[in-house]
Every structure is written in structure tokens, then in C-alpha cells.
């Protein structure tokens, strides 16, 4: 099982940068594929970014160019770089975790990043 727990939420103004931090515990995340998801009050979950095991990373369109995934094996954490940062941004950024041969997602509780002047 592994527990997650993210950090570095918190408001900025557009055109602001904030890194956000998925820490895993009881576990080893190199085993893991490990994504960003975000989401807004009335809308469904979305995916920001993934990185694999081989450290291939994925992105959302209205993301790429200014977000990047990182992930630390030997610290257990996961890291989300957001520059250029819009007020669209604005959102619960979740972390989520699922084994590479497959299971259930592990998810976080949420960090939250207010976009705003």
C-alpha cells in the first residue's frame, strides 16, 4: 500500500511559479507509475502529468511548455514545476500512484493552487 502526501500549494499571481511535492511512504515509487491530476469545483478530475518508470513524461496540452514532472527515487517523491501559472491553473492538484504490473490508484489528499491577482 502506499501512502501519499502532497505539498506546496498556496496562492500566487499569474505568471507565478510554484513546485508541488508528492511524498510516498511505505513504499518505493520507482515501481510505480506516478501522475498530477487536478480538479475544480463541478468538474471531474484531470490528468496535468505522468512520469513512468523509465522517467518518460506525459502532459496535458494546456500545460505543456509550462509544467514539468520530476520524480527523486531516492527520496520517494514526485515533484510538479509550474511556471507561466494562469488563473485557469487555479485547482486541487492531486498525486496518484498505481503499480507498473497494474491494481488499484493510490491517491493524496490534495494541495490546493489559487491563481489570482
Known amino acids: 500500500q502506499v501512502q501519499l502526501a502532497e505539498s506546496g500549494g498556496g496562492l500566487v499571481q499569474p505568471g507565478g511559479s510554484l513546485r508541488l511535492s508528492c511524498a510516498a511512504s511505505?513504499?518505493?515509487?520507482?515501481?510505480?507509475?506516478m501522475g498530477w491530476y487536478r480538479q475544480t469545483p463541478g468538474k471531474q478530475r484531470e490528468l496535468v502529468a505522468s512520469?513512468?518508470?523509465?522517467?518518460?513524461?506525459n502532459y496535458a496540452d494546456s500545460v505543456k511548455g509550462r509544467f514539468t514532472i520530476a520524480k527523486d527515487n531516492a527520496k520517494n517523491t514526485v515533484y510538479l514545476q509550474m511556471n507561466s501559472l494562469k488563473p485557469e491553473d487555479t485547482a486541487v492538484y492531486y498525486c496518484?500512484?498505481?503499480?507498473?504490473?497494474?491494481?488499484?490508484?493510490?491517491w493524496g489528499k490534495g494541495t490546493l493552487v489559487t491563481v489570482s491577482e
Open positions: 511505505r513504499s518505493n515509487i520507482s515501481t510505480y507509475v
Open positions: 512520469i513512468t518508470l523509465g522517467e518518460s513524461a
Open positions: 496518484k500512484a498505481r503499480h507498473f504490473r497494474g491494481g488499484m490508484d493510490y
